[in-house]
């Protein structure tokens, strides 16, 4: 039994070997809270690709997991919350690969009765797709990353019993499921769509209060040599034009975003109804099509990585071909459904394959571009290819540089895009290596896995210029910016101090630095962890040639080995969705219902921060935040409360000290203004630049806060260097919050003309300001009349009026007028308060 499986914690099992249709019993005791895992140390392979289990009882608070993981599995991990590992997770219905759950399919939850399984459907050279299934049917398809095939062992995680299950493992699993792209029941779709059999019809159901932008539907097969196109016949729609997008993906998003323009997750085309129109019983398909030498190889594996067309048919004519390179496990149809065009009928059978009397035509086209795309792929591989020189470190820390062949053109190969950085055991104290080619706007961050790395070891992540020590940690000198691992605080220039502290990272995991802001004053560094942000850090050296990544190794007596993935091997992606609370920076351990985007924290004694990952970017659509006061609140316990602020606390010189340019602005319904909200109203923070302002280095902007979307009052500030960031405010009374969608405000009434008298008058109290300076005195220690500060808001000046009731207004400007302008502890640091 030792030898066929490893196991940790209270699981009871029945340890013979297993045979086909043998069922092993499976149970975890009673108040057994804690991970424990099951894994069989035989691997998954293209002889036995799946395994499967059924849930007898459950408790419910229990948690399982299944899926597929090597034998470095931490004892107390769940598979997919660690590296190169996939998992299906039953009490959300996520499943994971790497610690991410995004992709163009969504687990479901199971419970007893069901079953739930495993399957690797491609066993790849750099990556494999994977398949999970409950009750017969495919819910999910992941990527595993993980290159050696021998630590594909099936696993499965339990917590929180009793708990009573059956396994199959892959040897007692009789047959492997089979599915059918012809066959719409096994396809992958969204919770909101259903499909009518008898109208064989996909339909998208928005959900009331909680509107999606897209939701999609996926084959269970990817497209191979019988089955190279699929179409949709477009359905009633109104007279817009605009249809549902078809297109190819992936199974899941490759890791890392690869380089190469050709190697993408995704093609996908819609009719916008503007530029591009369609009408009803239209018919359009995507195919793919492969090199014509290759497809007359006996040994051609058309699932495997390599450069394809992907074609556009409009009523069976092709109208758009281009080249792409196709991932292994090979590229799976898709069909994206909204609200505007929420029906579609997909048909796998009609033109499935291309005829005989076509190839050549489609040869032709292959041809036409196929140079133009060896030259992209070859261009980038020379651009983005890793050189010894470029890197500087300790004499003690190997680096294992990916070998490429200059002389033939490649697809990239997923496996070499990261170094391997070792430190032996013998070798005590700190060892640096730094990259030394600068972060740019459009290589902008990095991350590491952690391979190996012992509870007494240190891995620190951060930036530093080409004079860092290779004997420190990054952050904890001047002119750096850092996060460690073993205290999970985040430096920069020797100081911890932030809204938000950090928390650990250990072997197993991800962790990533992103560098914004660039090109201006203190850039900000955004730390995250396994896909989670986890806080913000200045980087306060300007000289672009020194922005260069750093990591320091701090063995300790121990081994320590991480894969790191530099900027150059990386391609930036847009920003992740500010709107989904799920996004936002905050404490280990708290939950996230996303279906009503509510964020739900432990008990605590001290106010919780929850913070934006990104500032107000106006030029984006992002200059407004909101909450909904969900709670009951009194006096003793009062509601969660909004704030801005800056990604952390600034180092200000006396020359810039101004009432005008503080850390914080926040408000708190508290004392007076208690009355000016009640349970279930929204608050929140906006920001305006004024068009005098936009081109200037160092500007005003007005903030203003809104209750139910009606301004209350507004204040004048500086813009932080690195921007305002958005905060939510939770003090100890208060576990939960709830966020609204809303990012912008297209049109308020606070006018151009409004916004420049604020301005004006704003800059009336800076030149007395400037007139303290000259003096050698603070300008904090003037007598400001405090109505300067916070104005609020006037009816009168605009025809949309506040709904707010003047009672409440006036509570809440009485607190605006009692600023508390005693400076912070921290070291030249400011804070404007609203209570």
Request: some cysteine; hydrophobic content about 35%; aromatic content about 10%.
């Amino acid at each position: 039994m030792a030898d066929l499986f490893r196991y940790a914690g209270d699981i009871v099992f029945d340890g013979h070997p297993p045979f086909p249709g043998q069922i092993m019993d499976v149970q975890l005791k009673q108040f057994s809270e804690t991970s424990n895992f099951l894994q069989c140390t035989k691997a998954l392979s293209p002889r036995y690709p799946y395994f499967f289990g059924q849930i007898r009882a459950l408790s419910t608070k229990s948690k399982i997991t299944i899926g597929i993981a090597g034998p470095n599995l931490g004892d107390d991990a769940h598979p997919g919350k660690w590296n190169r590992t996939v998992g299906y997770h039953s009490d959300t219905g996520n499943c994971y690969t790497c610690h991410s759950d995004i992709a163009n399919s969504n687990g479901e939850r199971f419970r007893i009765g069901d079953t739930f399984g495993v399957m690797i459907t491609y066993f790849g050279q750099t990556m494999s797709t994977v398949m999970f299934v409950k009750n017969g049917k495919p819910v999910a398809t992941r990527y595993h990353f993980e290159t050696n095939h021998e630590d594909f062992l099936p696993t499965i995680t339990l917590e929180n019993g009793p708990i009573d299950m059956g396994i199959m493992w892959p040897e007692a699993a009789i047959g492997v499921p089979r599915f059918d792209d012809r066959n719409m029941l096994q396809w992958m779709h969204a919770k909101h769509i259903q499909y009518d059999i008898a109208k064989q019809i996909f339909t998208y159901n928005e959900p009331p209060g909680h509107p999606v932008e897209f939701a999609t539907i996926q084959s269970p097969q990817p497209l191979e040599t019988g089955f190279q196109h699929f179409e949709i016949i477009v359905q009633d729609m109104d007279t817009s034009g605009v249809c549902p997008a078809i297109g190819v993906a992936t199974c899941s998003p490759m890791s890392p975003t690869p380089t190469c323009e050709l190697l993408r997750d995704f093609f996908r085309w819609e009719a916008d109804g503007k530029v591009l129109k369609v009408k009803s019983g239209s018919v359009v398909g995507i195919g793919v099509y492969y090199n014509p030498e290759e497809q007359k190889k006996p040994d051609f594996d058309c699932r495997s990585q390599q450069l394809v067309m992907v074609f556009l048919t409009f009523d069976k004519e092709v109208a758009l071909a281009k080249h792409m390179i196709q991932p292994e496990g090979g590229f799976f149809p898709l069909v994206v459904l909204r609200s505007d065009c929420s029906k579609v009928k997909i048909d796998t059978q009609s033109h499935r394959t291309i005829p005989i009397t076509e190839y050549q035509q489609y040869d032709d086209l292959y041809w036409e571009t196929f140079e133009e795309a060896q030259d992209i792929i070859m261009e980038d591989t020379l651009r983005r290819v890793l050189r010894p020189f470029m890197f500087r470190k300790s004499d003690a820390i190997d680096i294992d540089i990916p070998e490429y062949n200059m002389h033939e053109v490649q697809p990239p190969d997923m496996s070499k895009l990261h170094c391997t950085i070792r430190l032996e055991a013998e070798h005590l104290g700190i060892h640096v290596v730094q990259f030394l080619v600068p972060m740019t706007t459009e290589m902008n961050h990095y991350y590491m896995e952690i391979k190996t790395l012992n509870e007494d070891s240190v891995v620190t992540i951060g930036l530093g210029d080409d004079q860092f020590p290779l004997k420190k940690h990054p952050g904890k000198v001047n002119n750096s910016t850092g996060w460690s691992s073993r205290g999970g605080l985040m430096y920069y220039n020797g100081s911890c101090l932030g809204h938000t502290l950090g928390e650990r990272y250990e072997e197993g995991d991800t962790v990533e630095l992103e560098l914004r802001n660039i090109g201006h004053k203190w850039p900000v560094v955004l730390f995250s962890k396994n896909t989670k942000a986890v806080g913000t850090r200045h980087y306060t050296v300007l000289d672009p040639s020194q922005m260069l990544p750093t990591l320091s190794l701090c063995g300790n007596g121990y081994a320590v080995e991480v894969r790191v993935f530099w900027p150059l091997k990386i391609f930036k992606t847009g920003d992740t969705a500010v709107n989904r609370i799920k996004n936002w920076i905050m404490p280990s351990g708290s939950e996230v219902d996303e279906d009503n985007n509510i964020a739900m924290v432990s008990d605590h004694i001290e106010p919780i921060m929850l913070q934006s990952p990104y500032p107000f970017m106006p030029d984006k659509d992002f200059d407004f935040f909101e909450i909904e006061l969900i709670d009951d609140f009194d006096a003793e316990h009062i509601p969660a409360g909004i704030a801005v602020s800056t990604p952390c606390f600034q180092e200000l010189q006396l020359e810039l000290s101004s009432i005008y340019r503080q850390d914080t602005v926040r408000f708190l319904a508290q004392q007076e203004a208690l009355d000016a909200v009640t349970k279930g109203q929204k608050i929140g923070w906006g920001m305006i630049i004024p068009e005098s302002e936009k081109d200037k280095e160092d500007k005003l902007v007005i903030l203003y806060l809104c209750i139910d979307k009606s301004i209350a009052i507004t204040r004048v500030m500086y813009l932080p260097q690195g921007g305002f960031y958005p905060f939510i405010i939770l003090p100890p009374s208060v576990n939960r919050v709830k966020m609204t969608n809303t990012v912008h405000i297209a049109e308020h009434p606070i006018t151009p003309q409004i916004q420049e008298e604020l301005i004006s008058q704003a800059k009336e109290v800076i030149a007395k300001e400037k007139e303290q300076l000259a003096q050698g005195k603070d300008p904090l220690d003037m007598e400001i009349e405090k109505t300067k500060l916070f104005k609020v808001w006037d009816d009168t000046k605009t025809e949309t009026p506040s709904k707010i009731e003047p009672s409440r207004l006036a509570m809440v400007a009485m607190t605006a007028t009692v600023i508390e302008r005693k400076r912070a502890e921290i070291r030249n640091s400011k804070s404007c308060v609203i209570l």
